[in-house]
């Protein structure tokens, strides 16, 4: 049977990798039902099995020894076939191949939650005297992996406020070029829990105009919009890595990650997610399969939600300001850098309370279908209080320069009805 696939996934290159029928690219909501999969390798079962085992059989000694040339970067381009559930596995390799699908990446790697991706791209990209520059805010545990747990391997940082124009990005960047070499350039947009989003463009652009031949990767995490709002790869990111714990898992019950990118770019990354064990369980692999299923079901829904509850927020008499991306000022850089680079306002937003704290607990203490909880990206609606939970650590200068305040409520619309949605937080700002 020479020439048949005899392993599911990407390393498989049977027919059920079709990305186009008769000249037609089909759409990634079309792919996400068979793609990378072939059931006559699997007893015809029409969803891929959970593959939980440890290791995998080699057909002979030359194939188990050419695999591990694959897997040691001995030969480039990875294992050639299935070794060892730390390396790799069939639940893992369909999802990567379906990752990719959404941001017309080259390759994708899973890994078993958002920061073990973050922590693995940034320990294969950098060594000591490097600098990595960022956008700021970041997600609080990526503040604390790149300015404490990097930097006591001597890896520096030098960062620019998320909503930055070309010239103070472009000052960032000779900043840090006179402080060392520049490993990567990272990104999060929008920031948490501003909204700002960072304008991957001019970020580009000064990263190209370097001196000198180094063109350090931009990475950025496409969380809080992807893949279905942003696509950074099309504006010249080199790398995405997302939390799939949000909007890609989306029924709040799994924690994972992923980065994808071209092949080359990946390529030590896979080699350290080998060595380290990074790499994403077969099980929550193939809940993810599930939840790709109806991403972009989920993702509009909840995009539609958002917009109608925002309305109705908006004018309230008791809130002060709602900080959602739908609501730029279409004169601004913010709204020129939407139009830019993002194809919906996405569902979670800020939400400023008349009042301070006990309003914004009020507030959450009365809400009844939004449950009281940090994450975001669920089926269904979650509302917390920043500045007493996930950024409590954050110093009181810090807050107030990122705008978190203690009326601040931050709130991730679910797919639930959107009057019942609507009706909740109405009665709960009427118990402010
Ligand atoms: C923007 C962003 N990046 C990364 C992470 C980390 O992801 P995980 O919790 O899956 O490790 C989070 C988690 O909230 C996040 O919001």
Not at 51 to 65: D, N, R, W
Not at 269 to 283: E, F, Q, S, V, Y
Not at 348 to 354: C, G, H, N, Q, R
Not at 370 to 384: F, N, P, Q, R, Y
Request: aromatic residues 6%; glycine residues 10%.
């Amino acid at each position: 049977m020479s020439g048949e696939p005899t392993t599911q996934g990407r390393k498989a290159g049977n027919a059920s990798h079709a990305l186009e029928i008769a000249g037609r690219r089909l759409k990634p909501s079309t792919l996400m039902m068979g793609y990378g999969y072939d059931p006559r390798l699997s007893e015809g079962a029409l969803k891929p099995p959970i593959f939980l085992t440890s290791t995998f059989v080699f057909e002979s000694a030359a194939a188990g020894k050419r695999f591990f040339e694959g897997v040691t970067g001995q030969r480039p381009g990875g294992a050639e076939g299935l070794v060892y559930s730390r390396f790799n596995g069939p639940d893992q390799e369909i999802l990567e191949g379906r990752l990719g699908v959404w941001e017309e990446a080259e390759d994708a790697l899973s890994f078993s939650s958002g920061m073990a991706a973050i922590s693995t791209v940034l320990l294969a990209l950098v060594k000591p005297g490097d600098v990595i520059v960022h956008s700021s805010p970041l997600y609080a545990a990526t503040e604390t992996l790149i300015g404490r747990t990097l930097a006591r391997f001597g890896v520096a940082s030098c960062d620019f406020p998320a909503g930055a124009g070309p010239e103070e990005i472009e000052a960032a960047m000779r900043r840090a070029q006179a402080m060392g070499e520049i490993a990567l350039v990272y990104l999060e947009s929008p920031a948490n829990p501003t909204n700002a989003l960072v304008d991957l463009e001019a970020v580009k652009a000064a990263r190209d105009r370097l001196a000198g031949p180094a063109r350090p990767p931009i990475v950025i995490d496409n969380t809080f919009l992807g893949p279905l709002w942003a696509k950074p790869l099309r504006q010249g990111a080199d790398m995405v890595v997302y939390s799939l714990t949000k909007y890609a898992g989306g029924h709040s019950d799994l924690v994972a990650g992923g980065a994808l990118g071209s092949k080359a770019l990946l390529e030590p990354i896979r080699a350290l997610r080998n060595t380290i064990g990074t790499i994403l369980d077969p099980h929550s692999s193939w809940m993810l399969l599930r939840s790709l299923e109806t991403l972009e079901l989920r993702m509009s829904r909840a995009g539609e939600n958002a917009a109608r509850v925002c309305a109705f927020l908006k004018d309230h008499p008791k809130v002060e300001q709602v900080g959602y991306l739908g609501f730029l000022d279409p004169a601004s850089r913010q709204a020129d850098i939407f139009r830019r680079h993002c194809a919906g306002a996405g569902s979670t937003f800020s939400l400023y309370l008349k009042g301070g704290e006990a309003d914004a607990f009020a507030f959450l203490d009365a809400l009844r279908i939004a449950k009281l909880a940090v994450s975001l990206g669920g089926t269904e609606t979650l509302a917390s209080h920043p500045a007493s939970m996930t950024h409590l650590s954050v110093p009181g200068e810090r807050k107030a320069q990122l705008g978190i305040s203690d009326n601040l409520v931050r709130i991730s619309i679910g797919v639930e009805d959107a009057d019942d949605l609507i009706a909740d937080l109405s009665q709960a700002l009427d118990a402010v």
